[in-house]
């Protein structure tokens, strides 16, 4: 059977429902469990993808309760060069990143040993070492956990999409609607929330499996300590005579690749574009004076704002479950 619609098909009917069938059988390796400050990484082996989606499927089951359901309709906003971000109605696109979906599939026809082939691969946030989303945010939603995962705190996002601006793979993606912003600046806001891959961080953080990863039935994925998935992607990249990228991109990822062919092949392989990241090369952004000053003046800022905005977020939650 050809990788393709046919495969893709079989696989969510078949192999891929007995897997999430069987998850809760799956948890963290033992050498994650109970290690809250490990820095965690991901190690995703292109050769093993078959495009079978069952990772996005899984995503979108696991974090449904978290997408946004925005109010409308929506405020003017000024400037009105501050537009409209609205993937309410188009929830079922899973062809790229939206806030409704976190992680897609990527194509790549390529040549590998003198014959075309396609390459597929799951996308999503990298979960930088040193994020400038979280660096960066003047609100201090965006923040790196001890464990490497980088989230988006959705009470306090207002929305601004600094995250976006600054993510070498504009990964977050904005709902318009939902958020803090309706309830202090409805029209000078930043016009709604930020929405990205969090690693499932809470299932992580019991000791389970993110859950794209604990239903993919080739394995594809698989998370540990940073430094031991590291040196699994060196290891195959040298059996296999193979490439790596994540390990110094952005100074460092917690998101690493490995690939049977060059990642610039690849690159100019994929469709590229808004919620379809690349795969070029990229240099430490937070290395750059100019980042790391803005990051210091942020700082301390931002924890105040952080701080400001929880309690503005749960005073308005008391309010609305008093009615």
């Known amino acids: 059977m050809e990788k393709g619609i046919s495969r ?3 696989l969510k009917s078949g192999l891929a429902a007995a897997g999430a069938a069987a998850a809760s059988t799956v948890a963290l390796p033992e050498s994650v469990k109970g290690a809250k400050e490990t820095e965690l990484a991901t190690l995703i082996d292109i050769r093993k993808c078959i495009g079978c989606e069952a990772c996005v499927e899984a995503c979108r089951d696991v974090n449904a309760g978290k997408y946004p359901v925005p109010s409308k309709p929506y405020p003017k906003m000024y400037p009105s060069s501050v537009k ?15 806030p409704y979906n976190w992680v897609f ?6 040549v590998l040993k003198g014959k075309k082939e396609e390459l597929t691969f799951p996308r999503r946030c990298m ?7 979280a660096d960066l945010c003047p609100w201090g939603a965006a923040r790196k956990l001890d464990n490497g995962i980088s989230v988006i705190h959705p009470d306090i996002c207002l929305g601004g999409s600094k995250c976006k601006d600054v993510c070498p793979w504009k ?8 958020g803090l912003y309706l309830k202090i600046l409805p029209s000078l806001g930043g016009n709604g929330v930020m929405y990205k891959c969090d690693r499932c961080y809470e299932r992580v953080a019991k000791g389970e499996l993110p859950a794209c990863i604990e239903v993919c039935p080739e394995k594809v994925q698989k998370i540990g300590p940073r430094e031991e998935i590291l040196k699994e992607a060196k290891e195959i990249a040298r059996e296999i005579g193979g490439y790596i990228y994540g390990a110094d991109e952005n100074g460092g990822t917690n998101t690493i690749y490995v690939s049977p062919v060059p990642f610039e092949e690849l690159n100019k ?4 574009g808004d919620g379809k990241p690349h795969f070029k090369k990229v240099a430490d952004s937070m290395a750059h004076v100019d980042n790391l000053a803005k990051a210091m003046v942020i700082a301390p800022f931002a924890g105040l704002a952080a701080a ?16």
């Open 8 to 10: 893709r098909s079989f």
């Open 84 to 98: 409209v971000s609205d993937w309410s109605g188009k929830k079922d696109v899973t062809d790229r990143l939206t």
């Open 105 to 110: 599939i990527q194509h790549a026809q390529v």
């Open 127 to 133: 979960h930088c070492q040193n994020p400038p989303c």
């Open 171 to 178: 990964i977050p993606q904005r709902q318009t609607g939902v």
């Open 269 to 272: 392989a994929i469709e590229k």
């Open 308 to 323: 400001a905005l929880k309690m503005v977020s749960f005073a308005s939650k008391e309010k609305e479950g008093g009615k």
